[in-house]
T-cell receptor, first 116, second 113 residues
Framework: AQSVAQPEDQVNVAEGNPLTVKCTYS??????LFWYVQYPNRGLQFLLKYITGDNLVKGSYGFEADFNKSQTSFHLKKPSALVSDSALYFC??????????????FGKGTRLHILP | KAGVTQTPRYLIKTRGQQVTLSCSPI?????VSWYQQTPGQGLQFLFE???????NKGNFPGRFSGRQFSNSRSEMNVSTLELGDSALYLC????????????FGPGTRLLVL
């Protein structure tokens, strides 16, 4: 069965510095990988996804993610953090080739604090 | 194009009651998934529907059920509510069931007293 881990409950970054939010996954087949962001009292908003192709995926609001198959990681990155990036970030994985078990699995989330 | 809508947005119930939550997907989307979000357990998958058929089901007791209508709108029902059912229930829709991006509604916050 597929699984996803976000090893950090919280990440603190100074405004203007680069940020990284970590995600590792485990699937038996080829993964579809997603990043979502959640602001207080809101649903999840889609940031980016990896299905196939270039390992560096560019998404919304200047975010990008680096797919590394050998390390089974899909870390979220941004070159220069903004205070408005402070939110809860979720990584998700789906193994669409898993017979009868291809549901999307979400990580527990990482709370990102951007310090002014 | 209108986003995913969920009704009601807030709900207060007492133990033992039942509740029905509604989700209207983005126009043209045929897949609807439901999630339960709590501070302790994070985001947990409940079930997924595509063209009125349940495709996947998470590890929740039978008190949790759902259905999808021919217009792709979906409802989920929780019977015999327990205090632990207090959570944010999120609905997400996508065009298909083949790993497409899911778009989430604002959620229904359920409080069980």
């Amino acid at each position: 069965a597929q699984s996803v881990a976000q090893p950090e409950d919280q990440v603190n970054v100074a405004e203007g510095n680069p940020l990284t939010v970590k995600c590792t996954y485990s699937v038996s087949g080829n993964p579809y990988l997603f990043w979502y962001v959640q602001y207080p009292n809101r649903g999840l908003q889609f940031l980016l996804k990896y299905i196939t192709g270039d390992n560096l995926v560019k998404g919304s609001y200047g975010f990008e993610a680096d797919f590394n198959k050998s390390q089974t990681s899909f870390h979220l990155k941004k070159p220069s953090a903004l205070v408005s990036d402070s939110a809860l970030y979720f990584c998700a994985v789906r193994d669409i080739w898993a017979v009868r078990d291809d549901k999307i699995i979400f990580g527990k989330g990482t709370r990102l604090h951007i310090l002014p | 194009k209108a986003g995913v809508t969920q009704t009601p947005r807030y709900l207060i119930k007492t133990r033992g009651q039942q509740v029905t939550l509604s989700c209207s997907p983005i126009s043209g989307h045929r897949s609807v998934s439901w999630y339960q979000q709590t501070p302790g357990q994070g985001l947990q998958f409940l079930f997924e529907y595509f063209s009125e058929t349940q495709r996947n089901k998470g590890n929740f007791p039978g008190r949790f059920s759902g259905r999808q209508f021919s217009n792709s709108r979906s409802e989920m029902n929780v019977s015999t509510l327990e205090l632990g059912d207090s959570a944010l229930y999120l609905c997400a829709s996508s065009w298909s069931d083949l790993g497409e991006t899911q778009y989430f509604g604002p959620g229904t916050r359920l409080l069980v007293l």
